[in-house]
């Protein structure tokens, strides 16, 4: 079982460079890698209102007003910046 998995690594790698050879392809990737940086980035995710903590995001869920409270406090403040 060992030898097969160094082996599907092995062509995995391979099928990886010689896709990653064509410069277009270089360039989605990329893309992609840097847009699944920006949607993991907290900030991101407080700019959205989306709550990076689980305690906040399931009392919203369950209709508290804390978490929005402060989302709406969070944007005045920004837009008096």
Same mark, same amino acid.
Do not use: C, H, W
């Given at each position: 079982?060992?030898?097969?998995?160094?082996?599907?690594?092995?062509?995995?790698?391979?099928?990886?460079?010689?896709?990653?050879?064509?410069?277009?392809?270089?360039?989605?990737?990329?893309? $992609?890698?840097?847009?699944?940086?920006?949607?993991?980035?907290?900030?991101?995710?407080?700019?959205?209102?989306?709550?990076?903590?689980?305690?906040?995001?399931?009392?919203?869920?369950?209709?508290?007003?804390?978490?929005?409270?402060?989302?709406? $406090?969070? $944007?005045?403040?920004?837009?008096? $910046?």
């Amino acid at each position: 079982m060992g030898k097969l998995t160094k082996l599907a690594g092995a062509a995995g790698l391979v099928a990886g460079a010689a896709y990653l050879t064509k410069e277009e392809n270089r360039r989605k990737v990329k893309k $992609q890698i840097d847009e699944a940086i920006r949607v993991f980035n907290p900030d991101y995710k407080k700019e959205l209102g989306k709550p990076a903590d689980i305690d906040d995001a399931e009392m919203v869920s369950e209709g508290a007003m804390t978490s929005v409270q402060y989302y709406n $406090q969070y $944007q005045e403040d920004k837009s008096q $910046q």
